[in-house]
Each structure stands twice: as C-alpha cells, then as structure tokens.
T-cell receptor
C-alpha cells in the first residue's frame, strides 16, 4: 500500500517555464490538498479538492492551477514559474473532511526556480 | 488568521528527558492535531484532540487543550534520539471550511 505518492521528487525550472506536479493516492480518499513549505515555516494551503471533479482555492493560490479529473489523482500546475515559487510542495489526502480525518502526506516535491 | 503558533521554535534536550512544546491559536477551533516531520520527509499524524476534550494520551505522547486560553501542549515523555524532528500543530476552526492551518513548528533535538 503506497499511500500518497508525489512525482517528481526534485525539479529545477527556469523562470517562465511551466510544469505539473502529480499526486496519487491509493486509499480511496475524497479529500486532497496541495501545500507548500518554505524554510523554517509551516505549511500553507495552495488548493484543495473535496472530491473528483472539484477544486477550491486555499491560502496562497496565485500562480498555481489544479485539476482532479480522477479521484485518486490531484495535479498541481505552475503556469509560468517564478523564483518565489521555489519551495517544497506537499500533497495530502484524507478520508474525512472538516479537519476530522488525519492528513496523509506524500514525501514532498522540491522545486527550485532559477 | 487561524494559524497556530508553536513555542519554543527550537528545543534541545538529552535522551530520557521530557519535551514539552506549546501551540497557541487565535480563534475558536473544532479540533487540533499534532504532526511530526522528520528532516526531508513528509508530515506524519500523531494525535487529534477535539474541542470538547482536555487531555489525550497516545503511548509516550500526552496532549492537552485549554480552549479558554486558546492553547495546546504536546508532551513527549522519556524522549529518544529517534524523536528528533519538527513538530507542528494544525488547527481546524469554524470559519475555514474545515481546512487545517499549520503553525511554523518546533524543532526538537534529542541528544543521545
């Protein structure tokens, strides 16, 4: 049972390039989330989804887009990467919403934008 | 902001000692969760305490919640070198559609 898998684990981009981070979960969870973590800080919510075909904005959504075409996958896209988007990105999923269920995290995707 | 704030930012103790870290938040919550993050890894859920609970135990972990002071504490007893990690509280309130908001964490170092 893999849990939450993120790909790629590392990526270096030049300013203006685009890319997509993939998150896959095999726990049949309805809720999925994308967070970013900057050095010495906690996690900030970028976008989230409460079920297949749904997405919603979190705390810091600007510069990112997401899609949830399949229940098990949640994609995070950067349309035109900026150095301020250098960060570690974490995907999480949960069975229950409303903060009741625990969040299961992937191992992170480290993105550097030059 | 709903964000929890952990205190202290960093804590260094000897193996066998107890470690206490605190989390304060600003507005009413439904529940509060604690997570651990080992260096370079994802977060792992430790414990959840609901707003109507005052104390909860899980193995060597003890969590308290004081809603009147808007604070929670995480106690790790008889610490081990393997407890070295960052610890985060995450709060879920009435007004943020059930989304968890994380603090900046406490970095715990347990010296063998």
């Amino acid at each position: 049972n893999a849990g939450v898998t993120q790909t790629p684990k590392f990526r270096v981009l030049k300013t203006g390039q685009s890319m997509t981070l993939l998150c896959a979960q095999d726990m049949n969870h309805e809720y999925m989330y994308w967070y970013r973590q900057d050095p010495g800080m906690g996690l900030r919510l970028i976008h989230y989804s409460v079920g297949e075909g749904t997405t919603a904005k979190g705390e810091v959504p600007d510069g990112y887009n997401v899609s949830r075409l399949k229940k098990q996958n949640f994609l995070l896209g950067l349309e035109s990467a900026a150095p301020s988007q250098t960060s570690v990105y974490f995907c999480a999923s949960s069975y229950e919403g409303g903060g009741i269920g625990e969040l299961f995290f992937g191992e992170g995707s480290r993105l550097t934008v030059l | 902001s709903q964000q929890g704030e952990e205190d202290p930012q960093a804590l260094s103790i000897q193996e066998g000692e107890n470690a206490t870290m605190n989390c304060s938040y600003k507005t009413s919550i439904n529940n509060l969760q604690w997570y651990r993050q080992n260096s370079g890894r994802g977060l792992v859920h430790l414990i959840l305490i609901r707003s109507n609970e005052r104390e909860k135990h899980s193995g060597r972990l003890r969590v308290t919640l004081d809603t009147s002071k808007k604070s929670s504490s995480l106690l790790i007893t008889a610490s081990r070198a393997a407890d070295t990690a960052s610890y985060f509280c995450a709060t879920v309130g009435n007004t943020n559609a059930g989304k968890s908001t994380f603090g900046d964490g406490t970095t715990l170092t347990v010296k063998p």
